[in-house]
């Protein structure tokens, strides 16, 4: 059978998106994909309704790649309400219990259960994540009424600043690794100060290596719906932009032709790995056109191929 002929045009690239609050990450993605009119689309990492903020977007081969985003440090600004829990640990859900906050609770004595939290440490994801359980997605779980046993899962939270603090609501930004939920974080708050607490807005200001990138809001995006096709080729970032961090080698015109066949071409070292040294290297052409990922041989004079571009 041959392949299923793909609407939209071939685009490659990456859109840092500014996700709106009250819609699903997919949703972002279809509204993102329906004004560059793209072939393909995907995400790197959701994010919950309630959220706002960086959702990075990769088109066409991009997609190719979007795995090797998803181990990047995040960062966060949230604003919680003490005293009450609900069902998904944030605003969207339904109220469960309402405690009295201390009522000597000090932004000191709060800064200091904060304090408390950073580091290492086993979060336990909370049930509307989409983490899967025997196959079934938690929140699809959490929808029919239903709780199950969850494992604790190791993260880091690298920084914990309180920006403000109210008594009965804080706001503050972390930054944290893969996999870490902000609900939990507030969650592990609320109860160390025995309250309870929930998230009432949550913004994502960064997946790394993109901090310093500016975001496109869906508003503006679809403003320049008819615009020519090459202005908005101009909001994506190359294929590359995400992988810094990896070995770069380039391979000649015969090699790009050897790669591309599933075979080890011989390759020389443009620029070395970050330490420690990822097992895969990016893999350029002479005219440093990126045509996939690779892993270099033992002797390190061959590249493997890993994950192969085809821009047809």
Do not use: W
């Not at 600043?161 to 008594?167: E, N, P």
């Amino acid at each position: 059978m041959g392949r299923r002929h793909r609407r939209g045009r071939p685009v490659h690239g990456i859109l840092l998106l500014d996700k709106p609050s009250g819609g699903s990450s997919n949703h972002a993605l279809q509204r993102a994909k329906r004004v560059f009119n793209a072939s393909k689309a995907g995400h790197t990492g959701s994010l919950d309704p309630l959220a706002t903020g960086m959702l990075p977007i990769c088109f066409g081969e991009a997609t190719k790649l979007s795995a090797f985003l998803l181990d990047a440090d995040k960062g966060y600004e949230t604003t919680l309400k003490l005293g009450v829990t609900t069902n998904s640990a944030d605003a969207d859900g339904e109220v469960l219990e309402t405690r009295p906050v201390p009522s000597d609770l000090s932004a000191d004595q709060f800064e200091v259960v904060c304090a408390g939290l950073r580091g290492a440490q086993l979060q336990i994801p909370p049930m509307v994540s989409a983490i899967k359980v025997d196959g079934q997605r938690l929140y699809k779980l959490a929808r029919l009424g239903k709780e199950v046993e969850r494992k604790p899962r190791p993260v880091h939270i690298h920084q914990l600043d309180v920006l403000s603090f109210g008594g009965t609501s804080a706001r503050l930004a972390v930054r944290c690794s893969k996999g870490t939920y902000i609900r939990s974080l507030v969650t592990d708050i609320g109860e160390a100060l025995g309250c309870g607490a929930h998230v009432t807005q949550l913004r994502r200001t960064f997946v790394s290596p993109f901090e310093q990138r500016p975001m496109v809001d869906l508003e503006t995006l679809e403003s320049l719906g008819d615009a020519p096709a090459d202005v908005l080729d101009n909001l994506l970032l190359p294929l590359d932009a995400g992988l810094g961090h990896l070995a770069a080698v380039v391979v000649s015109s015969e090699g790009v032709a050897t790669f591309r066949r599933g075979q080890s071409p011989d390759c020389r070292l443009n620029q070395p790995a970050a330490d420690p040294a990822p097992a895969l290297c990016r893999v350029y052409d002479e005219s440093a056109n990126l045509i996939g990922l690779g892993e270099l041989t033992e002797s390190g004079e061959q590249v493997a191929p890993r994950r192969v571009l085809q821009f047809t």
